[in-house]
């Protein structure tokens, strides 16, 4: 017998990733935001009883990192106290509960990657209410906290490399930064790791669920040209305290993947993923 999967946020990038991946191995019941908001307690709570899920997987969340800046409630309503509600529920219910985090959770002053035993140290508000929703999250006992960051792939084609490959198809100057590192996440490899993590009763808690390797995205620009066929594409290098943004971003925020290895789920090279993301749609 399949178990039942509650796809929370299907709407979005990862979620209707989630929604088609998961459906191989289980039963999926997908709702977006408009027939689950996870910010509404008490509504949530009676959908998600009603449909009594064996999982939980949340893709739900509020990522307008700048935005955070100026409504932080907005973001901690959804990255935070949303995501309480649903561990409280599959605490209810007995569910495996599934969540996603992300890199900003760090301060990004390191020259490593980080493992899952750094302390947090977030700077901005939407990093402080993504951290809170892990600390949720982990209250549940049946629980995998998954860290994933620069996320690309998935039907809606809106993620940076998207729009990195758009301007280089266009003929346009890329501007990307040179000081900021990271290890890029293909949704599609999120999914079959979350898929696996949970297929072989992994043990319960925190990882780190991002392509193998990093690179800044000024080499990630180039890599991308060099697989659309443009390497003479104009990539300019640019440096974040040029940017003006609002909110403080870590600039080494590169993961390792070691304990989702040590977990029997090995992530393929960000370059690997990134030429298979490139490729699909030939």
């Known amino acids: 017998m399949r178990s039942l999967a509650l796809v929370v946020g299907a709407a979005g990038q990862l979620g209707s990733a989630m929604t088609e991946g998961l459906a ?71 569910a495996t509960f599934v969540h996603y985090s992300t890199d900003f959770v760090f301060d990004g002053t390191t020259d490593r990657p980080y493992v899952e035993e750094d302390p947090p140290n977030p700077r901005s508000a939407y990093a402080s209410s993504k951290l809170l929703g892990e600390w949720f999250a982990a209250e549940t006992p049946r629980h995998y906290v998954l860290r994933v960051e620069s996320l690309f792939g998935g039907p809606q084609a809106r993620s940076s490399v998207d729009r990195i490959l758009a301007a280089i198809r266009s003929n346009q100057d890329v501007r990307a930064f040179i000081d900021r590192t ?38 990630l620009a180039r890599e991308v040209a ?51 993301y490139l490729t699909s749609g030939d």
């Not at 959804?78 to 995501?83: I, L, M």
């Not at 640019?238 to 909110?247: G, N, Q, S, W, Y």
Request: charged share 20%; proline share 4%.
């Open 226 to 276: 060099r697989l659309a066929g443009r390497p003479d594409a104009s990539i300019l290098e640019i440096r974040m305290a040029d940017a003006e943004l609002t909110a403080t971003r870590p600039q080494f925020a590169a993961l390792s993947n070691v304990k989702l290895a040590r977990a029997g789920v090995t992530m393929p090279s960000w370059q690997d993923a990134l030429a298979r």
């Open 24 to 94: 191989r191995r289980h039963e999926v019941v997908a709702l977006t935001r408009a027939e689950l908001d996870i910010t509404a307690t008490a509504a949530a709570r009676d959908t998600v009883l009603a449909i009594c899920p064996d999982l939980i997987i949340n893709c739900a969340a509020y990522n307008q990192v700048d935005q955070a800046e100026r409504e932080p409630l907005v973001a901690l309503e959804a990255n935070a106290w949303g995501v309480q509600t649903l561990s409280r529920i599959a605490t209810e219910i007995n």
């Open 182 to 219: 990271v290890s890029p996440s293909y949704v599609d490899d999120v999914v079959d790791a979350t898929s696996a993590l949970i297929a072989r009763d992994s043990p319960f808690g925190l990882y780190h669920c991002v392509n193998s390797g990093w690179t800044n995205w000024a080499d």
